[in-house]
């Protein structure tokens, strides 16, 4: 009742929801659902982390992911073609609360400002598709690394005060961010390892510490593609990382 799909709806009767939402928990590397199967459930995620992603002629492109609190599988619930349009796996254990498609109903018509939500949630998805899609069309291989650098140190990035470095508290690896940016694993270590040589960052092991974020800076805006839109979901502020726990638990 405290994610941003149900928070703060003027008289909310949680007994009412307790009948339409069923507990699941799925395991790390378990997939949720497949692209192209059908889709009758929405699913909101208690704890955990999902990647959503699609295939093609064995490529995989990551095309975002969602932490808890958020929701995932609402598009083919409102969309007449009720096939999933990608495919969902766990990044690490996770607990969610599913959702039929009739719960659904029922739930928007006793309360259709849940309608207006899941509208506002596709559109920034849409947003942030509208970006990748930049990436893809007009950046070379050393801009995309930069900007995604830059988005992670927006969403995950813990200052250092001492010495006004940034750690990224999401630990993820060069594959991983291969599949964000369309890129192979080769061309993603070598940037890396040029952005370390010029002192721009620092790698410990899966963790990636800027230490010149201006440098960074400077790079993109050489590039058409503005720096907004770096918050890959509006209620990421919240879902900032407090503790050792949290920090680590993507791996």
């Known amino acids: 009742m405290k994610t941003a799909l149900f928070q703060n709806i003027p008289n909310l009767d949680e007994g009412f929801f307790a009948t339409h939402l069923f ?12 692209q192209g199967d059908e889709g009758h459930h929405l699913y909101v995620l208690e704890s955990g ?22 929701v995932v599988g609402e598009l083919e619930l ?15 254990p996770c607990f969610l609360w599913r959702i039929s498609r009739e719960s659904f109903l029922t739930i928007v018509h006793a309360y259709p400002e849940i309608l207006l939500r ?22 070379d291989a050393r801009l995309r690394i930069a900007n995604l650098l830059l988005d992670m140190e927006k969403n995950f990035g813990v200052k250092n005060s001492a010495d006004g470095s940034t750690h990224i508290a999401w630990r993820t690896s060069q594959q991983r961010m291969a599949e964000m ?63 050792d726990k949290e920090n680590d638990r993507l791996e």
Request: glycine residues 4%; without cysteine.
């Open 181 to 243: 940016i369309g890129l192979n694993r080769e061309s993603v270590s070598r940037t890396l390892t040029e952005f370390v040589r010029l002192g721009w960052i620092k790698l410990d092991g899966r963790t990636v510490i800027i230490q010149n974020q201006e440098e960074l800076e400077r790079l993109v805006s050489q590039s058409m593609l503005i720096a907004k839109g770096r918050l890959w979901h509006t209620d990421m502020a919240q879902l900032m990382f407090t503790d």
């Open 78 to 92: 409102v969309h007449p073609d009720h096939h999933r349009t990608a495919s969902v796996r766990a990044l690490e």
């Open 23 to 34: 507990p699941m928990q799925i395991d790390k590397q378990e997939i949720l659902f497949l």
């Open 118 to 139: 899941i509208a506002r949630m596709l559109a920034e998805r849409l947003q942030q598709a509208d970006r990748k899609l930049s990436y893809f069309a007009f950046l």
């Open 49 to 70: 982390s999902l990647e959503i992603y699609v295939e093609h002629e064995q490529r995989r492109l990551v095309l975002g992911h969602q932490f808890a609190g958020e």
